[in-house]
């Protein structure tokens, strides 16, 4: 129910944010303003943050609001032990990954990711699954996100761990670490492991 809400202000934004984009007329203008506002107080209400520290998540749009997109890898090592990082951010532990970059295709960004994370050369084998975050029981947070992860095959190189992560390392499945769930949660690891062991090559979505 938490979720749904969260979903129903997350759209609600998003149209209020289209209609500034597109709107002509000064009356428009001003009702897409309030609504924004009012939604940006039922955000404050239902999260209980400060609006000064919500405010900055909605920065004004010039064009059409879409999802972002979070790319991630799935490494299996030979014996098939699981390629964790640990985040600098909660310091919890996730696929290697992140937000997908402009100018680089899906699978580049995560080639560019696990150089920069892990110090390892991959080779991005398949597609895994496409996952929508509000599909899935993740903490609530104010961007609407697709997942996309791939999984992937060592080409070179040693592990080694970025300025951005706090530690890199393998671990077997039934001892895997804190998660940061904000990023990644056992279920869906526990999912992308069985498709990859099994040969399944149907991709995941939603």
């Known amino acids: 129910m938490k979720h749904d809400i969260l979903n129903l202000l997350k ?34 209400r239902y999260t209980g943050h400060r609006e000064e520290d919500i405010r900055p998540m909605f920065p004004p749009v010039k064009e059409y609001p879409t999802a972002k ?43 560019k990711e696990f150089q920069e994370e892990t110090g390892l050369n991959v080779k991005p084998e398949r597609l895994l699954a496409v996952m929508d975050k509000k599909m ?21 190189g040693e592990l080694e761990k970025s300025f951005d992560v706090l530690d890199v390392d393998y671990f077997k499945m039934d001892a895997l670490p804190e998660l940061s769930e904000d990023r990644i949660l056992k279920s869906q690891i526990e999912m992308l492991y069985r498709k990859v062991i099994s040969g399944d090559t149907v991709p995941y979505f939603d």
Request: aromatic share 12%; proline share 6%; charged share 25%.
């Open 11 to 44: 759209r609600v934004q998003a149209i209020a944010d289209t209609g500034l984009v597109y709107a002509k007329d000064d009356y428009d203008i001003e009702r897409y303003e309030e609504l924004r506002d009012l939604n940006m107080e039922l955000f404050r």
């Open 69 to 111: 997109v979070d790319v991630r890898g799935l490494v299996l090592s030979p014996e098939k032990e699981v390629l964790l990082v640990r985040e600098s951010a909660d310091g919890k532990w996730a696929l290697p990954g992140g937000w997908a970059d402009i100018g680089f295709t899906a699978s580049e960004t995560i080639v």
């Open 136 to 156: 899935h029981p993740h903490p609530p947070q104010p961007f609407y996100v697709y997942k996309i992860v791939f999984h992937c095959t060592v080409l070179s």
